[in-house]
């Protein structure tokens, strides 16, 4: 439950009434007599335009309009000439501007260099998002502090506007005033896929007033590209003074991109918000999303020291808190730096600070830059601290033979398999180290590390700090810029001619922006007319279309970390609803098949129990494997929202794909044990025909485990047994709508038990289970 405080003060006062960006299209087209579609004739023509756009190159473009079968669509464009002029009469997003900077060298070998800046006015583009309709419902105005208790005790920290950030920034505005947390995030990347040393380097910027769970998905277009950084070796200069105005130039071009949020922070501007209303906002830098490097550049340190905290460079291994670096006394150290009056060695070996004279963010109102860097969880936890570090240990002491063993194999493993591989990784470790290692307090005594003075490992004594002043650390995960990457960079140059491509590239997106404009203003418009007697499906409705499914699924169902893939575990949270296929995949199969492939030997038992006890008139007669039902290959359960762990819905499979064998899920279900829960292994999950009487739900035949009562200590995870029952299987049949959450058991092995264990896993199951409750946030949180 959610207890809110709401700010004392007067927030978000409204302004008046006016147009959000869709009315506008939709007012411009009625008085030129258009179609929603217009330019494009129809709803069949503006499909045919964006798969051109989305899908074939420019060229390829020209050479498909010139097949003679496309003489017989009859499309208001004949070429890619005239696709694109109409393109361009499409609303647009704000425009690029170029701006030019000169920069003066010292090596003697080039007097220096010409470059260019390419930026859009974040003020516009903050405008431009807060106009978008779509958004309405997911955007707050107003700071407010979120309890677990009705006594205010337990703190919950999930969205932005549920930090401390803002609640101490709205009292430094008037009153009336909207904050508009800026959130920046920048990232060098390459355009070449194999050869040449082509780079760019976006900025993007969203606003912590929209939910996070809209800002992380690149579809929504939550996030703007604001500029193109100039690239640029500046071989003008001196090898030795190369580095230093590599930083000064960032600097420099980051000061021109955000030279408007000044006044606007200051002053504030007359923003048209989602619902329609007017009101004044403070456009002010709140987060910096960026890697480590980034963080030292933005931040005017080296990278030998942490960007946040003033801890000495062979300090970081411990785990005490050091004082915050100041934004105003950074400033003043410039300063004397700059005017002689402090020594390089105090400078820099003691304060660890870059020459940069001129920060970007020294004119930036209502900001401290050191608060702005937010965690980084890609590089610093999932890449750092586990991939680098803990696995490389880990495999030191286990071997890498051993733990090889216990893992699935990878070609090559990418962020997100580390990040899988973290749910699972105690289980797979556990009987194999000592307890001391799941600890993590034995490294130094065995001689696997020296030292833990590792600047990732340091960075997450910010962490808490960092929730606590803004919201959890997954909104503002460097995984949506480098995702945005594909978009904003690698796509945009290619569709360039590799010449001049920055210019092409801004170019190409402002007709992508444009599209994307243009398809959300069409689902607006369609949202506005008439429903012409479509029924409107209960909330409490058992049952949901694959359209209300879209996104992905908890891991839990979806991949194996163990090495045998015969069997799969996943478990299904307080449930607010479920969904099975509309199509049943394998209609009319017959019991004996199910006995066969599915394990299910008590089945018919099971059945014949439910139906006397649950079903009314149901069929008193016997069944028999000829029997048949219909059998669903997969089951999905609704979660209640929670959005400081960001889970809504959960998969559960019962599935086969081709001769593979079959995946037999976990669940847990009311019951016995802890808190009424109970776990149970899925078998089959079916309809029972009208010949056997009437139940309003699916129903899933379930192999019991034993209460959760063992709790091991060193892994902090229930201990599981299969249940038996007259030397077989606990087997039960329970409607679908008991099925709580989804979770993974991992097999207890003990070392060197791997092949002899894995042999038989796939028939009789390990004796032991781990509960494991590090497979989600919503799991954790619910047995913590």
């Known amino acids: ?189 390459s355009l070449s896929q194999f050869r040449g040393d082509q780079e760019v380097w976006p900025v993007y910027l969203t606003l912590g007033n929209i939910s996070k769970d809209v800002r992380r998905q690149p579809s929504k277009h939550a996030a703007v590209l604001i500029a193109y950084l100039p690239v640029t070796k500046l071989e003008c200069f001196s090898r030795e003074t190369r580095s230093l105005e590599h930083y000064q130039l960032f600097h420099y071009c980051m000061s021109q991109v955000l030279e408007p949020l000044i006044s606007a922070g200051n002053d504030g501007i007359e923003v048209t918000c989602p619902d329609r209303k007017v009101r004044r906002m403070h456009p002010i830098v709140a987060a910096y999303v960026a890697d480590f490097p980034e963080q030292c550049l933005v931040a005017c340190c080296m990278e030998n020291r942490c960007p946040k905290c003033t801890v000495g460079r062979n300090e970081r291994g411990g785990m005490t808190k050091s004082g915050v670096r100041k934004q105003d006394l950074t400033l003043e150290n410039l300063r004397l730096h700059q005017d002689g009056e402090m020594s390089n060695g105090q400078f820099e070996g003691e304060l660890g600070l870059r ?95 020296e030292h833990f003075n590792i600047p990732k490992l340091h960075s997450m004594l910010h962490y808490i700090d960092a929730i606590r002043l803004f919201e959890s650390a997954d909104g503002f995960n460097t995984e949506l810029p480098e995702r945005l990457h594909i978009d904003f960079a690698k796509r945009a140059y290619r569709a360039s001619n590799r010449r001049d491509y920055v210019i092409q590239m801004t170019t190409w997106l402002r007709r992508q922006e444009s599209i994307a404009i243009q398809e959300a203003y069409l689902r607006w418009w369609a949202s506005q007319q008439p429903a012409d007697g479509d029924s409107v499906r209960d909330e409490s409705d058992a049952s949901t279309s694959d359209s209300d499914l879209d996104g992905p699924a908890p891991t839990a169902a979806n991949f194996i970390i163990l090495p045998h893939q015969a069997q ?79 889970i809504a819905k959960c998969l559960f499979k019962d599935a086969r794909k081709g001769p593979a064998p079959a995946h037999f899920d976990t669940g847990q279900y009311t019951g016995e044990g802890i808190s009424g829960l109970r776990v149970g292994e899925v078998k089959v999950i079916f309809d029972i025909p009208s010949c056997f009487g009437h139940f309003p739900h699916p129903l899933a035949y379930i192999h019991w485990f034993q209460p959760l009562q063992t709790f091991d200590a060193n892994l902090h995870s229930f201990r599981l047994t299969r249940s038996s029952r007259h030397r077989g299987p606990n087997a039960v049949v329970l409607p679908v709508n008991r099925i709580l959450r989804p979770c993974q058991l991992v097999p207890r092995l003990g070392k060197w038990e791997v092949e002899s264990k894995l042999e038989k896993f796939p028939n009789n199951g390990s004796e032991e289970f781990y509960l494991n409750r590090y497979i989600d946030l919503d799991l954790f949180e619910r047995l913590s």
């Open 1 to 189: 439950m959610r207890f809110i405080q709401t700010y004392p003060g007067q927030v978000a006062q409204t302004l008046g009434q006016a147009k959000t960006l869709f009315d506008s299209i939709r007012a411009e087209q009625e008085a030129q007599g258009l179609d929603p579609w217009g330019p494009f004739a129809d709803e069949e023509e503006w499909g045919l335009v964006k798969w051109l756009i989305a899908r074939v190159g420019q060229t390829a473009i020209d050479e498909f309009m010139k097949l003679p079968i496309t003489g017989h669509l009859k499309t208001s464009f004949t070429s890619k000439y005239l696709l694109m002029k109409a393109i361009d009469k499409l609303p647009r997003g704000t425009e690029w501007q170029l701006k030019r900077i000169q920069v003066k060298g010292n090596s003697g070998q080039a007097e220096g260099e010409d470059l260019e800046l390419w930026l859009r006015n974040p003020v516009d583009c903050i405008r431009e998002l807060m106009a978008n309709p779509e958004f309405d419902g997911k955007v707050s105005y107003s700071p407010e502090r979120v309890f677990a208790d009705a006594e205010g005790t337990v703190r919950q920290y999930d969205e932005m506007w549920t930090g401390e950030w803002w609640w101490e920034t709205q009292r430094r505005l008037p009153e009336g005033a909207v904050v508009a947390p800026v959130i920046l995030a920048s990232d060098k990347t």
């Open 355 to 449: 020459a940069i004279y001129s920060p970007f963010w020294a004119t930036l109102p209502h900001h401290d830059i050191f608060s702005c860097i937010t965690p980084d969880i890609l590089h610093q936890l999932h890449k750092g601290v586990f991939k680098d570090h803990l696995v490389s240990w880990c495999s030191e002491i286990i071997g890498e033979e051993e733990l090889d063993a216990r893992i699935s194999k990878r070609k090559q493993w990418t962020g997100a398999d580390y990040r899988e591989l973290q749910r699972v990784f105690l289980g797979v470790i556990a009987g194999a180290v000592d307890n001391q290692i799941l600890a993590a307090n034995i490294f130094l005594d065995l001689g696997v590390r």
């Open 568 to 646: 799969r575990f996943t478990m299904l949270t307080a449930s607010r609803g479920y969904f099975v296929p509309r199509r049943c995949p394998f209609p009319n199969s017959t019991i004996q098949r199910l006995l066969d492939e599915h394990g299910a030997s008590l089945f018919i038992p099971a059945l014949e129990d439910f139906l006397r006890n649950h079903v009314q008139n149901s069929s008193r007669r016997k069944l028999t494997p000829q029997d048949r039902i219909d059998v669903y290959k997969y089951l999905k359960v609704l979660s209640p929202a929670r959005p400081h762990i960001n």
